[in-house]
Structures are given as C-alpha cells and as structure tokens.
C-alpha cells in the first residue's frame, strides 16, 4: 500500500485483530443498519446505523455537530483516538462515515480495507455478538470543513459551465436512466438520468473481487489515464444517496491523493427530484 499518496488510511484486516483492545484504538462497524452487527461482528467494536445515528432525523442532512459529539463521545471515542471503520457493501457505509468523521475534523481515522465481508471470509478471524458497553467520554468536534461537501448549488453551477470534473459513481443502468435506483433499494428519485457533463466511474470499478482496493497504478490508470479526470481540477463525486459516492472520495481524495474533492451527499434522489434542472440520458 505504499505506493497511496496517503496509505496509513487503510488497515488490514491482519492488523486489525493484531490490535484488538490496544489502547487508543476503536472499532467502528458501519452499515445501513444494525442487523448485520447484531449477527456478529469485530470483538469490541461499536456499530454505528447509517439510517438512525449518522443522519438527522427530521431535516434531510448529516447529524449536526452536537449531535456527531454525542455520538462518538458516548461511543468512547476520543478526539486522540485512532478510528478504524468498516462495514457492509464494501464499506460503502464507513466510508460515509469516514467522510463525516473527517468533515467534522477527527485526525487519525482510517478504513479496513476489504470491509465486514473480508474479515468474514478469513477462517482465523473471530466474530462475536457481545456488545461493549464504552464509557463515554468529552468529544468536541471542529466546525464542518466546507473543502469536502458540495451543495447543490455548486452542483448547478458545475452542470452549466463543464468548469469541474464531475464523477457520478452509480451503475450504467442508473447513469444512463434506464432505472432510477438499484433493485430493491427505496430511495428515489422522480426522474432518471444524470448530471449534465458527469462522467460515469461506477464505484466497484475501484475495487478486487475480494472488496480490497485495487493498486494505485490501477486506480491511476482507471481514473487519470482512462477516464481523464483532470487532477488540477476540483472534483465532485455523486450517486444516489451519498454513500457509493464516499467510497470514490476516498479514493480521489485519501488513495490517489486529488487536492480537492467533494462529495455531493444530496446525489441523485435531490437532483433528479429538483423542479427546472437539467439532466442527460
């Protein structure tokens, strides 16, 4: 991995069980919702809903900072501690997390590479439905940085003047309209298609057949060579609810090392339902 602009952002799974219960280091499980942590997962660590706890519950947004406090300080996590996130589908979700957990400023946080299903496929890692039981502790987060969300504004912005690499990360299906959502998802949106000017680099394209990240060479050739992303440019990256699109940040941004990236979490289910604004098929 040392070929990353930044790889002390990923851990392996090796790692991980290396360091189980050290000091300073937490675990954090990610999904979309707990069933898959309440069935097993790492010893020790937390599980964090992506539904319930990571978004706000009565405006459509990210938990506030307050409530990103209360969160991760009740988790035991301190502002010091070292965070190694992972999750469900390829850590879609923790890399959300991830995302979140940099916007509010957490120095040292880091993903799995390979995620829940990795750790499951590798005989000598444990599983266990024990839940810890953290003692809370003082967790005050830093303002959001504004260089890594994008609103949709800029978004429009960005389809009228062609001024930014735009980077949807949904399926071919979703990108050219075909269908609005993946199967057997909810969320949607009154319209299919995509952004005007985006450039369509599924997220799993990132990615090995064991959930792994692919080498930076791959992922240079992929993203710079072959889809023409231009990294002096700003880059805003989509999907359709916020969370393929963190898993393509944290490549641009953590693994390839592009200056300026933003995840555009509002994706696809506001743009398309957003009255008078222009899409492509």
């Not at 952002?9 to 942590?37: C, F, M, R, S």
């Not at 660590?45 to 519950?57: E, M, R, S, V």
């Not at 949807?168 to 995509?194: L, W, Y």
Request: glycine residues 8%.
């Amino acid at each position: 991995m040392t070929t990353y602009a930044n790889p002390d952002v990923l851990v392996e799974t090796d790692w991980v069980k290396a360091n189980l219960g050290k000091p300073g280091i937490k675990i954090v499980e990610v999904d979309v919702d707990t069933q898959a942590y309440d069935a097993g997962h790492i010893p020790g660590a937390i599980g964090f809903n992506w539904q319930t706890q990571l978004q706000d519950q009565i405006v459509r947004d990210i938990i506030g900072k307050e409530d990103f406090e209360k969160l991760v300080g009740g988790a035991g996590i301190s502002p010091q501690d070292t965070v190694i996130l992972y999750g469900d589908n390829n850590n879609w979700f923790a890399a959300y997390a991830f995302w979140l957990f940099k916007l509010y400023g957490h120095r040292d946080v880091r993903l799995m590479n390979g995620g829940r299903q990795k750790w499951l496929n590798e005989p000598d890692k444990e599983m266990t439905t024990e839940k810890p039981n953290p003692q809370p502790v003082p967790y005050v987060a830093q303002p959001p940085d504004p260089s890594l969300r994008a609103f949709v504004s800029e978004v429009l912005e960005v389809a009228r003047m062609r001024h930014k690499n735009l980077v949807d990360v949904r399926s071919p299906d979703e990108f050219t309209g075909k269908v609005i959502a993946p199967p057997g998802m909810t969320e949607t949106a009154q319209r299919g298609g995509h952004i005007p000017g985006a450039k369509n680099v599924p997220w799993n394209t990132a990615v090995n057949p064991d959930g792994t990240f692919k080498s930076a060479d791959e992922l240079r050739r992929i993203y710079l060579e072959q889809q023409a992303i231009d990294p002096a440019k700003e880059t805003i990256v989509y999907c359709r609810i916020g969370e393929r699109s963190s898993h393509t940040w944290f490549v641009l941004k953590y693994l390839l090392g592009l200056q300026n990236v933003k995840n555009y979490d509002g994706s696809w289910t506001e743009y398309g339902n957003l009255i008078a604004a222009p899409i492509e098929r």
